[in-house]
């Protein structure tokens, strides 16, 4: 479809033109890029998207593709990065669930629309040809039917079949908040927790707001650098590992951050410094527990300590510094 086609180089083309006009990933807290993203980008590549009724897999895909790479840049993740944690660590939809409420508000707004409108006269007889097995009704109506029943609103249309009344645009927003937008981010937090059973994440990623580590990197600017690297080391022990080569010791391994953090005979010292740290402010105990783990328990462990809850702040710096500084 040419439509989509147009909508993906849009996607990459606005993303990447406010991006060499001064807004760079570097520069911008994630968190004030998906605000521009979300109101300047996506409208404009979206634009008639409430109409688009037959989308292919292949274009859906291609979209998907353009709204990853957008959502990655941002973020500063490597292109490999786990689509689900790029997703839930900003907040934002796959492009098929934006695209899906999209036509679900233009639904409301013709429901609510008073009836001399010829957008409403024009709806209305549609829908009726529909519901009286018209095969010629191809289009928004059809379509409309499917979404409702994908999230399980047909109860609202046969209301509104029924009485008229269609709920106000306040309720309708909150409904589709809750049965599109809500089962779309538990999805994306069970398929990381799927990916890492073990890890604890609940200090890290929420459900309908974006990581608190990228909230802490726009209030705190200075410590933006350290975080950026440290969730995209994050990501990146969340998504598959390809092979690499270690750039100290030139030894090949399929995982770079267990050879970096367990294994990298150039990282003696930088290991130490790191188990020292531990030992520090955990304990001894907590240190002889912890190497006595398996290499991907420790790296669980050493995440889980350095994202846990702090005094004052939710991130522990030093442990932090000191983990990045083994692996990067
Ligand atoms: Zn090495």
């Given at each position: 479809m040419v439509v989509i086609a147009d909508a993906c180089n849009k996607l990459r083309g606005t993303y990447l033109s406010i991006c060499s006009s001064g807004?760079?990933?570097?520069?911008?807290?994630?968190?004030?890029f998906r605000t521009i993203y979300q109101s300047v980008v996506v409208p404009k590549a979206l634009y008639g998207g409430e109409l688009w009724t037959v989308i292919g897999a292949s274009d859906m895909l291609r979209l998907e593709r353009s709204h990853?790479?957008?959502?990655?840049?941002?973020?500063?993740?490597?292109?490999?990065?786990?689509?689900?944690?790029?997703l839930a660590s900003i907040n934002v939809n796959s492009i098929e669930n934006i695209i899906d409420r999209?036509?679900?508000?233009?639904?409301?707004?013709?429901?609510?629309?008073?009836?001399?409108?010829?957008?409403?006269q024009v709806?209305?007889?549609?829908?009726?040809?529909?519901?009286?097995?018209?095969?010629?009704?191809?289009?928004?109506?059809?379509?409309?039917?499917?979404?409702?029943?994908?999230y399980q609103l047909q109860s609202c249309l046969d209301g509104y079949l029924q009485s008229g009344l269609f709920p106000s645009k306040q309720a309708w927003k909150q409904m589709l908040q809750r049965s599109v937008s809500?089962?779309?981010?538990?999805?994306?937090?069970?398929?990381?927790?799927?990916?890492?059973?073990?890890?604890?994440?609940?200090?890290?990623?929420?459900?309908?707001?974006p990581s608190s580590l990228w909230k802490i990197s726009r209030i705190s600017p200075k410590l933006s650098p350290l975080i950026a690297t440290l969730m995209a080391q994050l990501g990146g022990f969340l998504s598959r590992s390809y092979p690499t080569v270690c750039s100290l010791c030139g030894i090949h391994t399929e995982n770079k951050l267990l050879h970096s953090v367990?294994?990298?005979?150039?990282?003696?010292?930088l290991r130490e410094s790191l188990w020292d740290a531990v030992i520090y402010q955990k304990g001894f105990q907590c240190f002889i527990?912890?190497?006595?783990?398996?290499?991907?328990?420790?790296?669980?462990?050493?995440?889980?300590?350095?994202?846990?809850?702090?005094?004052?702040?939710?991130?522990?710096?030093?442990?932090?510094?000191?983990l990045l500084r083994l692996v990067c």
């Open positions: 807004f760079n990933p570097s520069s911008l807290s994630p968190i004030t990853r790479f957008c959502i990655k840049s941002m973020q500063q993740f490597h292109s490999l990065t786990n689509t689900d944690f790029a999209k036509k679900l508000v233009f639904f409301g707004q013709l429901c609510r629309l008073p009836n001399q409108y010829i957008a409403k709806f209305i007889n549609r829908l009726v040809r529909y519901l009286n097995n018209d095969k010629q009704t191809k289009g928004f109506v059809p379509e409309i039917y499917r979404l409702l029943y994908k809500a089962p779309e981010h538990h999805r994306q937090l069970e398929s990381i927790r799927d990916v890492c059973p073990t890890l604890n994440l609940d200090d890290v990623l929420h459900v309908d707001k367990c294994f990298c005979s150039r990282r003696e010292l527990e912890l190497i006595r783990k398996t290499p991907l328990e420790q790296i669980v462990t050493l995440f889980e300590m350095t994202l846990s809850t702090t005094d004052d702040n939710r991130l522990n710096n030093q442990l932090a510094i000191l």
